[in-house]
């Protein structure tokens, strides 16, 4: 039997040419109806986007990078004018910058100028002040320390220049600079001489520091007083009107020169038995520094008792010692009550203790406490930061580290537990009611009910 050869299985038609047609068409309608809506343009940079972070999660991530390329970037819509001030301000800030770092010259412009008085390194003081918390930063502070120098080399008469702190404002911040000058005369007859009391130092304030520094008046004993009864936000302006209540009579570099010197008697403190009297058995002697002093050992400082407070103690009065008693056979009342207030405010002494003025403080220490053998000398050495802060006077804060050691103030120049902003004021007087004139007895009298009996 002879098989059937099979036949050769029919191969499958190709695609007619109308059909691809047909699909290449639908495809090109579509994509132009995704380019005017905007999707396609939106895929292609969600897929451009993907390939060139190569996220993880890409497939999650899908929504979130769809949103951030839907939102215009605040870059892309700054305009010429946006532009151009924003220019102009980074210009300034540049100009300033270099103002600032330019050494100081003669007017030839040839030597540079040497500074005629100390001038502490605030640089190195920001170290140890950042270990405690504080501080302005490497930036601002290296900017602090060449305002100071371009300033110390206009200044005349002047010893010693030192950064004392900024003062927070509304609307802008001072920096106060503080001068120790030669003496002087008294502006009036009710006020310490310069160098002396609460006019020892000079301060000066600048809101910007590539600007001119503007000195402070010196401080009356009642605008001492009169700063201790009000609670006032500095807004930046030395010449702006203090509004409060009770009212207070200067401007605003009247009432911050009253604030420093508080802040100044309070909070500026030196290593216990750094400084001490010429004269030991003569309390009234001038105080100067201690040559045979050496700074204790790290774990000795972790207290209150170690350090002391070294500028005079301010008194109710506004002043740091009374005035001296008048006659008592001439003027026996003024000799009475000037005896009195000497007794419920005695006067404190200079070299005091952070307990004999009542101020809360909190000492601490940071950084490595651990103590080692310096290859020098032999002598145990620690590298531990220890720091004080005042909690009466937030911002106030003292730190030492080896033999070093330095005070400032960063704060809006607020006591802590003063009284309100403005306390409220008594109620207005009330006026007189108006007479009413005369009404009949609402509980009648003694001859209406003998009379009812009667009818």
Known sequence: QVLARPRPRASCPAPAKPLLRCAAMNLDADKAYMQKEGVYEHLGKIVGRVVAEKPKDAYGLIEVLSRFIKEPSKAAEVTDDEAAEELKVLTEKVQKGRTLDKVPTGEDGAEPLTVPCTVPDFVEDAEMFSWAGAGLGEIESYKVMCSMRNMAVKLEGVTKLRFWGKVLGTDADYYVAEASA?????????MDPPGEGANQFTYFVAPDLAGAWVKLPHVKPADIVAARQIKYLFTGNPQAKVTT??????????????????????????????????????????????TEFLMPPAAQLCTADAWMHMTPHLLDNGRTRHKELPDKDEEPEAYAAAVEEQENDPPKDVLRGLGEDGLMWSVKQAGDTMVYTSTTDGKPKSNAVTYARCLTWPGATFVAQGANYANLYIGYGVRAGAPDFFPPAPPCVQDEPEDPGEVPEPQGTEEEPAEAEEA
């Open 245 to 290: 209540h009770p009212f207070f009579e200067g401007k605003e570099e009247v009432l911050l020169r009253a604030q420093i010197a508080r802040i100044t008697a309070d909070t500026l403190l030196c290593a216990k038995g750094a400084l001490k009297r010429d004269d030991p058995d003569d309390p009234s002697s001038a105080i100067v520094p201690d």
């Open 182 to 190: 030669e003496g002087g005369e008294a502006d009036s007859e009710d």
